[in-house]
C-alpha cells in the first residue's frame, strides 16, 4: 500500500477542520486506527524526504527505528532526517550501509549516536530541552512522522506515552503521521502524556521489557560529592532537581535521614523510588502540584516502572512547562543538582563537549539551575564533579579545553561541588572565584592552577 494510499484509506478526514484538533486527549469521532506489523506500518508512510521523530530514552521504539532502517535500503529512499533526543538501543538507521539514505539529527546526543554525530555522519543541534518542542511548533523542524511507544489503548481508548513526555507530546501534536508501538510494558502515567488511539495512523503491537539504565559502581570519590552535598546543600523541605549519573544517584543516597523533600525534576530514576520508599519524599511544601512527584522523563530498571505503573503520585509532564524556570523558581528551596565534565577559573561550564568532540548536549542543566537561582526562598544551583580524570588530569582547569563549548556560564554558577568541598562563586569577582576553584582542586593541582590564575588574571587569586 502507498504512502498516498494509506491516507486515504485511513487518515484522510482527520485533515477536515470539523472534526481534527492537534490535541492528543481528543478522541477522534469514527476514526479508528490500523493494527499492522512495523514493516508494513513504516513502508506505507515514511517517504524520502521525510523528517521522522523518534520517542526518548526508555521509550525508544527499538522495533519501529529498526523497520524504518530497513525500509530505507528495500526502498532505496534518500534523505530522510531522523530526529530526536537521547536515544537507546540499536540506532540501526546510523549502519554504514544507511548513508545517504538517513541524516541523524540529535537535540541532546546519546551513547548510541555519538561516534557518527563525531565523524560527521550525523548533525547535533545545541538547545535547551525546554526550547526543543518550539523547533516543532513553529515550523523549524516540521515533522512528518512520529515513531512513539505507548500502553495499550484503556476502555475509553486513551493510551500512555509513560516513561516519556518530554519533548515528544509536542512532536506528536505537530507530526502529519503518528505510528504507535503499542506494548503492555511500557508504565501508563498521568499528566500530559495520554493520547487517544484515534490520532494513530497505525498500531503496531510489541510485548517486550523497556530501555534500561545501566549503571556503573558508584566509587568512593562520587559517594563523598553526594554526602557533602547532601549534608551541607539540601534543607529538609527543599525541592529537588538531579541529573542522570552517579553523581545525582549518589546525593539521593545520602538523603535518608531528610524530612518533607520534594521532586520537581526533568527527569529521575531509582535513587527517587527508594527516597518515597523510606518516606523522604512527601513534596508537601511545593507550590506547584503539592503532593506530587513532577518529572518528565525517567530512565531505570524495572522497579523505577513498577513504581510509575498507575501511580497518582507521579506526574509526567510538558517538557515546556516542567523545565519553565519561572514555574520551578516558585517551588520552595529549589535544589539543583548537575554534573559536568569540566569548570575553567572563571567559573565557565563545558558540560556537552570534550574540546572539540561532541559528548552530549545543553538538556535541562540550564533551565534548572536558572530556575533554582530566582527561587525567593533560598534556591540553590549546583554543580558537582570529581576534580580529576581517570587519568589524574584536573577537571578544574586554567581555560576550557579549545572548542569546548560554554553551556553554563559564568554568571549561571553559584556552587561547584568536588570531593574537596564546595566552592561558591554566586556575586565573586574573577580573583575570588579562582581562589574557591583551587581550593577544591586536587591538591596535587593547585600550585599550576594558582601560576595559571596570576597568568591569566595579572594578580593573585585571594578569596
Given amino acids: 500500500m502507498s504512502r498516498t494510499q494509506f491516507a486515504r484509506t485511513v487518515g484522510s478526514f482527520i485533515r477536515k477542520y470539523q472534526t481534527y484538533t492537534p490535541e492528543i486527549s481528543f478522541p477522534i469521532p469514527g476514526k479508528v486506527p490500523v493494527y499492522m506489523k512495523a514493516d508494513e506500518a513504516v513502508s506505507s508512510i515514511v517517504k524520502s524526504g521525510d523528517t521522522v521523530f523518534v520517542h526518548s530514552a526508555a521509550a525508544t521504539p527499538t522495533p519501529l527505528l529498526g523497520a524504518l532502517a530497513d525500509h530505507g535500503k528495500k526502498s532505496s529512499l534518500k534523505n530522510v532526517t531522523v530526529c530526536h533526543i537521547h ?106 502524556g495520554i493520547i487517544h488511539m484515534s490520532h494513530f495512523d497505525a498500531m503496531v503491537e ?32 527543599a525541592t529537588l532537581q538531579m541529573g542522570i549519573g552517579n553523581i545525582p544517584d549518589s546525593v539521593l543516597a545520602a538523603l535518608k535521614d531528610h524530612k ?19 518516606g523522604c519524599v512527601t513534596n508537601h511544601h511545593k507550590k506547584v502540584l503539592p503532593g506530587k512527584i513532577v518529572g518528565s522523563f525517567c530512565i531505570g530498571s ?35 543538582i548537575n554534573s559536568c565534565i569540566e569548570v575553567d577559573l572563571t567559573g565557565q561550564v563545558a558540560a556537552d563537549s570534550i574540546g572539540t568532540r561532541m559528548y552530549s548536549g545543553f538538556g535541562g542543566q540550564v533551565d534548572f539551575l536558572r530556575g533554582a537561582a530566582i527561587c525567593p ?20 582547569v586554567p581555560v576550557l579545553k579549545e572548542g569546548a563549548g560554554v553551556v553554563t556560564t559564568r554568571a549561571h554558577v553559584h556552587y561547584i561541588v568536588t570531593e574537596y568541598g564546595i566552592a561558591y562563586l554566586f556575586g565573586k569577582s ?23 590564575a596570576f597568568e591569566r588574571l595579572k594578580c593573585m587569586p585571594s578569596p
Fill in 87 to 192: 536515544i537507546e538501543g540499536k540506532a540501526a538507521h546510523l549502519d554504514p550501509e544507511c548513508e545517504g539514505i538517513f541524516r541523524d539529527n540529535s537535540f541532546f546526543i546519546g551513547a548510541n549516536v555519538r561516534g557518527a554525530v563525531n565523524e560527521g555522519r550525523a548533525d547535533c543541534v545545541p538547545i535547551f530541552l525546554s526550547e526543543i518542542p518550539l523547533l516543532f511548533k513553529r515550523g523549524i523542524v516540521p515533522i512528518d512522522v512520529a515513531l512513539i511507544q505507548v500502553s495499550p489503548p484503556d476502555k475509553h481508548g486513551f493510551c500512555s506515552m509513560g516513561v516519556s513526555v518530554d519533548v515528544s507530546r509536542m512532536a506528536v501534536q505537530c507530526a502529519k503521521y503518528i505510528i504507535g508501538q503499542v506494548n503492555p510494558q511500557m508504565p501508563r502515567t498521568f499528566g500530559d
Fill in 206 to 237: 510489541h510485548d517486550a521489557p523497556m530501555h534500561v539504565r545501566h549503571t556503573t559502581k558508584m566509587t568512593d570519590v562520587e559517594k563523598t560529592i553526594g554526602e557533602l552535598i547532601a549534608e551541607n546543600l539540601v534543607d529538609n523541605g
Fill in 260 to 278: 518533607d523533600l520534594g521532586i520537581h525534576s526533568e527527569m529521575f530514576s531509582d535513587g527517587v523510588v527508594d527516597l518515597v520508599e523510606a
Fill in 302 to 336: 524495572k522497579k523505577l516502572y513498577d513504581f510509575l505503573d498507575n501511580n497518582p503520585f507521579v506526574l509526567m509532564g510538558d517538557v515546556q512547562w516542567v523545565n519553565y524556570s519561572p514555574i520551578i523558581a516558585q517551588n520552595p528551596k529549589v535544589t539543583a
Fill in 377 to 396: 526562598e533560598a534556591g540553590k544551583p549546583i554543580l558537582a564533579l570529581p576534580a580529576t580524570t581517570k587519568r589524574g588530569e584536573s577537571k578544574i
Fill in 430 to 452: 574573577l580573583r575570588q572565584r579562582a581562589h574557591a576553584l583551587i581550593q577544591v582542586a586536587h591538591p596535587d593541582h593547585r600550585e599550576g592552577l594558582e601560576k595559571a
